[in-house]
């Protein structure tokens, strides 16, 4: 039973990683209609950044802070001057974009940083006191970080005009031009905070499987998974999907596939959900006239 609870426990403080990639995937989804495949090698990269300003002697929050900045401005910046023309092409194309990013990105760390896997260091003490038996130091950090993140973008959407004016642009683009809202940034800037988030998924993963830059690779098949687990057009329904998922890996790790096919169960839930429910358990069906 010991054994049990701590692979759901555990599973928890990794699901709340997952939650995190899956918010930033269905936050990008909600403007575009497509799915970043790029999210995860845009999160590794700001890892990266991070990784660099900590070994130049950067206290590990200030650095955590600047590779927010990093990863903001980074989000933009794609959103702006890359993905923005191709807003109006054929779908494979936009694809065939974000493919070529994820390949873009992931070659540019490697021939930055190099290939070779690297410590990544944790801000939480590995001998805190908030350590327990069944959960580490590190791991009960992240689910601290994870919802106070969570928290604080719950907050600006639903409480600043600015994170209206977002999920406005988001919703019904059209509309919101005719009341002023200024729609081309404010995809731009779900861009922005799609990528900070990812940051923080990312020098939250680093420290458990070290730094390399594939080391997003099945975190984002994971986050996808809870994604379309919980609605890939409903936000809070990702997140809570991204814990499930993080659950289910554990104990199908554990009990059921061992460790080296738990990428398994990720896939498996995905090509499930796509058969049985594609709106996921919280999103919304959308029927349409043809």
């Not at 702006?80 to 023309?85: E, S």
């Not at 990013?101 to 006191?129: E, H, Q, R, V």
Request: proline share 6%.
């Amino acid at each position: 039973m010991q054994a049990f609870l701590h692979q759901v426990l555990s599973g928890f403080a990794t699901g709340g990683i997952y939650a995190s990639v899956a918010l930033a995937l269905v936050m990008i989804y909600q403007s575009t209609h497509h799915v970043n495949f790029a999210q995860g090698e845009m999160a590794t990269f700001s890892t990266y950044m991070a990784w660099k300003m900590i070994t130049i002697g950067f206290p590990y929050w200030v650095a955590f802070l600047l590779t927010l900045l990093f990863a903001f401005v980074l989000g933009v910046a794609i959103e702006r001057i890359i993905v923005r023309p191709f807003y109006k092409a054929p779908v494979l194309s936009v694809i065939a974009v974000f493919i070529g990013l994820l390949l873009i990105i992931n070659s540019l760390s490697g021939a930055l940083f190099d290939y070779t896997i690297k410590p990544f260091p944790s801000p939480f003490p590995s001998d805190a006191w908030y350590g327990g038996p069944y959960l580490s130091p590190h791991e009960v950090g992240m689910i601290f970080v994870t919802f106070v993140m969570l928290a604080l973008i719950f907050v600006f959407f639903r409480f600043t005009p600015l994170g209206l004016a977002m999920r406005a642009a988001a919703e019904n683009p059209v509309s919101s031009r005719l009341c002023g809202v200024r729609v081309g940034w404010m995809l731009a800037l779900g861009w922005g905070l799609a990528g900070l988030i990812g940051a923080v998924a990312g020098m939250m993963t680093a420290p458990v499987i070290y730094l390399d830059p594939y080391m997003m690779f099945s975190v984002l098949l994971y986050g996808f998974a809870g994604a379309l687990l919980g609605g890939i057009d409903n936000p809070w329904g990702a997140v809570l999907g991204g814990f499930i998922v993080g659950v289910l890996q554990n104990i199908a790790g554990a009990y059921l596939v061992g460790t080296e096919l738990m990428v398994t169960v990720a896939l498996v839930i995905i090509i499930g959900i796509l058969v049985i429910k594609p709106s996921g358990l919280f999103g919304r069906p959308i029927v349409t006239r043809v």
